[in-house]
Structure formats: C-alpha cells, structure tokens
C-alpha cells in the first residue's frame, strides 16, 4: 500500500470490538499491483488484527490472468494462484482462505463455461465454490464501467443466461456486481435459476457519483425497491460492505482523516438494517471487500461498524451474518452444510 495511504488509515485506530465473535470474510481480493500490493503478509496482518476471522472467501478481480491459451481457461490462472496461497495459508495459524470465486466469461456459451468451470474446480484443490462475471455499467461516462467491459442489459443476453444454466446445473454460486439501477436484471437471472444461489455484491453498490451525486435519498429509494423485489427470490442473498469505494459518494477517501466505526455506523446502519429486514439474516452476510475498501477504513473499523449496527439483533441472527450465511452459501468445509460442495462432486 503507498505509505501515504497507510498513514492516512492509522489516523483511526479502534481496539476491535467483541473480538471473539467468529467472522467468515465473504468477500475479499489478492492483488499484485504496482503501489498497492495484497498478498499473504497483508491479508494476515488484517485478518490477524484482532477480529475472529476463521474463514475466508476470495473473489476473482482479474489477477495473475493467464496470457495464452483458449480464453476460456485463462481465468483460470487466478485459481490456480490462489489455491496455492490458500495452501500456504492453512499451514499457518490464522484466517484460511476457504473458498474460491473465480471468473468465467459467460459471453463466451455453455460449451466453453463448462471447460473453464471444469478446469477451475481441479485448479481450486476443493475450495472453487463459484464465479462472479461482474457487469457493472452505467450509461453515464461519469461511471466506471467494470473492467470485463460489459454492455448494457448484459445479464438478459441469451447467451450468458444460457451459459449460467451450465453454472446453475454444477450447484455452483453466481456472484454479480452490478450497480444499483441494474439490479432488476439480476432479479430476472435468480427468477430463471431458482436453484443457482445468486449473490448481489456490494449492498447493490447504490451510485453516488456522476448523475446520482447529491441524490442519496433517491438512489436508496431506489434501491431499496429494487432490492425488496430480488429479496422475493429465495435464492438472492446479498454481500453487506464495499461501502468504501469511492463511487458510492460518501467521500470518506478526501477526509483529513478516515472515519470511525460510530460514523460509518450511523451513516449505513438504516440501510444495512433493511436489508436484513428484506432477505432475513440467513440471506445476508457481511464482507470486508479489501484491499478495495481500505482506500477508506482500516479492516477493524469495517467489522466494528458491522459490529455496532448488527448489536440489537440475536445472538443466532448475528451468527449468519458474520459467519453462517456465507458457509451455506459457498458450502464451506467446516461450515454447517457441505451439501453443494457433495452435489458438484457428484455431477462430476
């Protein structure tokens, strides 16, 4: 991380809060990037900072992408390098990587997804749980489109429903970042594949920049009826976090200083509440979603404010969220259910 940043982030230091509550990490990267690496020392000094992280769940962001080859099996370059730090990770005290989220390019049809899903489950030495093919895009030039370069209504091409019927047959997860107005595209998706689990990323990432800047109270009305609508599919779940990246327009990366826990509390508390009124705690878990969102809190304030806005809620209700939700979903070995993680091995 570029010295500046991490001495901007040790402005705020909290002493984690109910430091024995068991947390599975639903959501985070490894990276190699020039001025921003997150590699096994990072991810060990954040998950070891003193939250009960016991387990974790990597999501593709297009690293270590192999350069040759079908296109179909490059991704799969990314498994293979993160299963060996997750190797490397068990035989260490501390937080273990226990699921793998790799990416496949639906676009490419069910022929070639079935290659590249077949050869990230041998690359993943047990742990490849399913993909995520983000398609975040806005029409706005003012947003970012993700990196897969997605076009609009991406999610109702034929070919990539038809591809996802592939993912849906093996029991694997589907993962989905997309920006908030997109959200009833993916409602469709889970509606079309009611076995598939589907999991909306990053709270709906509900825009706060370009045409949405200033507009909070539209935006979150906006989502929430969207969101109230996928929550009808039993399958949706919905990953609480990515509240640090920067187009969602709090701002907190311009800060003198990044905000506490109190603060990100109060600000997201309302609405990371009603999702959980929405889906239930057994559809919703929470995610760090680093190194990203480091670009605007340290990794104890993330889970202290997580923390702080779940306090009112049961001890069971709480224990999805931090911890139960994500082992079903992804059918985590050491989880209360292995049940998809048998049902894959069995239609292979």
């Not at 990037?33 to 992280?53: C, I, K, P, S």
């Not at 260490?92 to 990587?97: D, E, H, L, N, Q």
């Amino acid at each position: 991380m570029d010295p500046d940043r991490a001495a901007w982030l040790a402005q705020t230091v909290e002493e984690p809060l109910e430091p024995e509550l068991p947390i599975v990490d639903s959501h985070h990267h490894f990276w190699s990037r020039a001025g921003d690496e997150y590699l096994l020392d990072e991810f060990r000094a954040d998950t070891g900072a003193g939250h009960n992280v016991v387990q974790t769940v990597f999501v593709e962001c297009g690293e270590q992408v192999r350069t040759a080859g079908p296109p179909e099996l490059r991704p799969v370059g990314e498994t293979t390098w993160v299963a060996s730090m997750a190797e490397e990770s068990e035989r260490t005290a501390g937080a273990m990587v226990a699921g793998i989220v790799g990416y496949s390019d639906l676009r490419l049809g069910p022929d070639a997804v079935r290659r590249s899903l077949d050869a990230h489950i041998d690359a993943a030495g047990g742990r490849f749980v399913g993909i995520r093919h983000a398609t975040a895009w806005d029409a706005s030039p003012n947003v970012f489109d993700h990196r897969t370069e997605p076009t609009a209504e991406l999610l109702r091409d034929g070919t990539f429903r038809a591809s996802a019927k592939v993912l849906a047959a093996l029991g694997l997860a589907f993962d989905s970042f997309i920006y908030h107005p997109q959200i009833p595209e993916l409602t469709e998706l889970a509606q079309m594949f009611p076995d598939m689990p589907v999991v909306l990323n990053h709270t709906g990432a509900p825009l706060g920049v370009g045409p949405y800047a200033g507009k909070r109270y539209e935006v979150l009305a906006d989502l929430t009826r969207s969101l109230a609508a996928f929550a009808v599919c039993p399958n949706a779940y919905v990953k609480l976090g990515g509240i640090g990246m920067p187009w969602f327009g709090n701002g907190w990366h311009e800060l003198d200083r990044p905000p506490g826990s109190e603060a990100i509390a109060e600000l997201w508390g309302p609405m990371f509440r009603r999702c959980v009124e929405l889906f239930g705690p057994d559809r919703c878990m929470f995610e760090s979603n680093f190194p990203v969102d480091r670009r605007s809190m340290s990794y104890v304030v993330a889970w202290n404010a997580y923390k702080r806005i779940t306090a009112d809620l049961s001890a069971s209700e709480r224990a999805d969220l931090f911890a139960g939700t994500a082992r079903r979903v992804y059918g985590l070995a050491g989880g209360p259910s292995d049940q998809r993680s048998r049902a894959v091995g069995a239609v292979l």
